[in-house]
């Protein structure tokens, strides 16, 4: 059977024969897709991990539009380089510690949100100063090697006073642990860094840039015409297929991935199995509110060069 699908990838092809039902539930999960901006910033941050220890040590600001992909990068390398248990020594190595930043950007938050995802859960009757020092031990005695601070624009939302003191308590950890630290957030990220020129000066900028009608894409675009479970070729290798993408989703990769989505299983329930320009004109698609607002401004455009 897999062999009337060939314009899919061979790893896909299986897929295609599952039911409706199924292929939906399948195009619904999370999964890994290399793009070439994420294996380089994947690349910048491998680099990272392996750096000997000095005292002045590198830091790294992966930033971009919200939808980017900034966290799923992140958490792609945690992964790769997951927490491990030694019994026979009794010890736990947790290379990469991810931690997300706290609404409120305080210090005493943001030690806690660091405990916890070193799976510390009790915090009860404990200052900051002992949180602090525990932080540092525990990062210490788990052989940490890079500390990846996520939605670090998030400390915006605290007065210049906290967010002087959060700044001051990643250079004071970078100097203390001798490891790197990476950031991941918005421009508002890269502006909130340059407010401290002796910490921006550590810090190497990654932009994830928003996708253009150009070769990038029209490789992305392949890519979805040979992995989505749908039993005949879809045309997106084509133009104005690639406009439309451009159009809806403004070049942001979440975006672009969900509406990908919402035009396959449209595709599955409708009975057509392929995707092509027309496709993302459908009025019964399940679009991000965004593409939704694009069309809807499409529609009133040309009805009132119609009139």
Known sequence: MTDLYDHLFPAYREQAGLSDEQRIDWLRRDRWVSLP?????????????????????????????????????????????????????????????????????????????????????????????????????????????????DEIDKMLAGSPRQQRIFLNTIRFLTNDLRIPIVCAGTEDARIAILTDSNLADRFAAFELAAWRNDHALRQLMASFAGLLPLRRPSRLDDHEARQRVIALTEGVTGRIFRLMEAVAIGAIRNGREMIDADSFDDDELLLPLLSMQVIASSKRAMRRRAA
């Open 37 to 149: 901006q994420a294996e380089a910033a994947l690349g910048r941050l491998e680099d990272l991990l392996t750096y000997p220890q000095r005292g002045r040590m590198p830091c790294f600001l992966l930033f971009g539009s919200t939808g980017m992909g900034k966290s799923e990068i992140l958490s792609r390398f945690a992964e790769l380089h997951a927490t491990s248990y030694d019994k026979r020594a009794g010890l736990t190595a947790m290379p990469i510690v991810m931690v997300q930043m706290p609404p409120q950007p305080t210090e005493e938050e943001f030690y806690t949100e660091l405990m916890r995802a070193m799976n510390y859960a009790e915090f009860d009757h404990i200052s900051l100063r002992s949180l602090r020092s525990l932080a540092r031990r525990t990062l210490g005695e788990f052989g940490t090697k890079v500390l990846v601070l």
